[in-house]
């Protein structure tokens, strides 16, 4: 059986949040009208919110936060990520990580980079933390231009550059004000363990769960092929 047994927050937890990290990068870039913020309560919880405008770009849209480009991290001692989720409007977001961050092209737009992908739609209407998002470094779809890429290399788990949280109208099937609240993101790894695993690892584990990371768990979602407004911005 496979069991979280540790983590190490990124961002949230006993790493607080900081607008610095964070910046947006939305459909404007490409004359879109969405926009999106990140705004930090005292509590350290980070709301991810703004409008998603499908009309300006005839059904296309998205909207996100990604962080700076002055952060590495490396993940390669881990199995995956896990969101806390805290405050939901029920919509479709996708979390996505790249390894390598070019520099910007003459006009200031990005160059496209390999993109690799996660879609989930947390609960409508949580709060306090109630629900998790597990995402396995399996679960991740790699991506260029906004097209689906399968013979991609594997993500470099030592030199992740970015992370970013988006939202976009998937075909127009949503747009208009959204909101997602994020307690944490922490690097999570799994133990395969018996009857007989030491006492300290059980202690770890006990830790995990008194944490809350192990109550609920939101699954993949279904895919879209909408990708290539995505594509163009380097997202």
């Known amino acids: 059986m496979s069991q979280l047994v540790s983590h190490t927050y990124l961002f949230g937890g006993d790493q607080p949040w900081s607008p610095t990290d964070w910046t947006s990068s939305d459909d404007r870039v490409r004359g879109g009208a969405s926009h999106s913020s990140l ?61 390598e961050v070019l520099p910007k092209r003459a006009d200031g737009r990005e160059q496209s980079t390999l993109s690799w992908e996660y879609d989930f739609r947390p609960s409508a209407g949580i709060a306090g933390g109630e629900e998790r998002v597990l995402v396995k470094w399996a679960d991740l779809k790699a991506t260029y231009r906004g097209r689906e890429k399968e013979d991609a290399e594997p993500l470099d788990l030592s030199r992740v550059k970015r992370i970013s949280v988006m939202i976009r109208s998937f075909f127009g099937t949503q747009e208009g ?29 006990e830790e995990w769960d008194s944490d809350g990371l192990n109550e609920k768990w939101t699954g993949p979602s279904r895919r879209s092929g909408w990708r290539w407004l995505l594509g163009c911005c380097g997202l």
């Open 39 to 99: 705004t930090i309560t005292p509590t350290n919880t980070a709301f991810f919110h703004g409008h998603l405008d499908i009309t300006a770009l005839g059904g296309a849209g998205f909207a996100s936060q990604r962080t700076t480009d002055n952060r590495t991290w490396d993940l390669s001692g881990y199995d995956g990520l896990a969101l806390r989720i805290n405050g939901s409007d029920g919509q479709r977001y996708t979390l996505t990580l790249k390894d």
């Open 177 to 205: 004000d959204f909101e997602l609240g994020i307690d944490s993101i922490a690097a999570f790894r799994t133990e395969r363990y018996t009857d007989a695993t030491a006492e300290s690892d059980t202690e770890d584990r």
